[in-house]
Every structure is written in C-alpha cells, then in structure tokens.
C-alpha cells in the first residue's frame, strides 16, 4: 500500500507555464515533506522541503504548498522551462524512514 | 569525486546467482539507505542504518541483505537473484532523521 499517493503521472506543459504536481499521505506522524527532481541516468536530489507547521515554501520559481488538515501537499513551478523537464517525486518523513510517491515526469514544451 | 557513489553501475546476472551492490560516501554521514526504483513505483526503501553496529529493514527487505563494512561503506546483497529484482537500485546518505537525502548514480540490475 502506497503510503503516499502522487499526481498525475506524467505532465505536458508549454515553456512559461505553471507545473503542477499533487501529494496526499495518511499518516499523521510524518513531519518532513520533500520533492526530489530526477534527470535520467541520475539519483533524485532535493529540490525543495516543508515542515508541517508552515503551509507555504518558495524557493525561486519552486513553492511547496502544504495543507495539514487535508494530508494533501503540492509542488507548484512557475514560469517552467525545457531544464525542469526531468521525474519528479514526492515523499514523507516518519522519523526513520522515508517514503516516496511513485513519481511525476514532467515534459516542458519549449 | 562524487559524495555517494555506487558500484557497479550496470549488471546483467542469470536467476539464483549472488550478487552484491556496493555504496560509498565520502560525506561523513551516519545513515545510509538502500532502495530499489521500479516505473510507476517510485522508490522503495529495502535497508537502512543509522551506524555500524545498526542495520534495519525496510518496506521490502525480503530477499536482501545488507552489511555496513564500515561508516562510508553499505553493501547490499542478493543471495539467490530472481527476475523481479529487476530494478534500478539506489544508495542514500543522510545526516539526521529529516535533513536530506543524498543519492548516488544508481545500480542497474537485470536478472535474467
């Protein structure tokens, strides 16, 4: 049983526009929120994290919105290029372990 | 040189053969972590540990070993290879419960 389930699969979107990619998760206790973005032929690296005690993290055109009453988080790219064509994966912390959504491949269209 | 690196990064092996992964890192991290990728999946943790003496399993460990030589090093073993441990294969450091992962290049895996 996924224990958190990522949105959609894969994305189309044209040069300029909003990347959207949604998480949602079960279990109350995990407290650390992160993206990782993938190129093929690499490992995942981080991208950008929350915490659940904030609901909103931006880092340049990268913003993670978090709502902790709907176990629901989201990865929002503004103005997307080609060089954010790339897997993009969700996951969630409980402590010890990690556990990861089942990706995103994101196209950007120039 | 890269932090975390893995070894090899392709193999093609037959069904019930041994083979063993390895990971190193020059971060100096305590946790190291072992997943498999498989499309549609995501990453799946089969291994991980927070020291030495401390190796614990993952979502799905069965059919794996694993042996922390030392800090830096974190091997992961299949005892007897089966098809569906087809796989890409990860090795991950950390240096606390919820600071960053950071993967290496990956382990192609082809179990013939």
Known sequence: QQQVKQSPQSLIVQKGGISIINCAYENTAFDYFPWYQQFPGKGPALLIAIRP???EKKEGRFTISFNKSAKQFSL???????????TYFCAAN???????????????KP | DADVTQTPRNRITKTG????LECSQTKGHDR??????????GLRLIYYSFDVKDINKGEISDGYSVSRQA??????????????QTALYFCATSEGARETQYFGPGTR???L
């Open chain 2, 71 to 84: 800090q830096a090093k974190f091997s992961l073993s299949l005892e007897s290879a089966i098809p569906n």
């Open chain 1, 76 to 86: 929002h790219i503004m103005d997307s290029q080609p060089g954010d064509s790339a």
């Open chain 2, 32 to 41: 190291m972590y072992w997943y498999r990728q498989d499309p549609g999946l």
């Open chain 2, 109 to 111: 895996l082809l179990v």
């Open chain 1, 53 to 55: 005690d904030v609901s």
């Open chain 1, 94 to 108: 409980n402590f010890n372990k990690f556990y990861f959504g089942s990706g995103t491949k994101l196209n950007v």
């Open chain 2, 17 to 20: 053969k041994r083979i063993m």
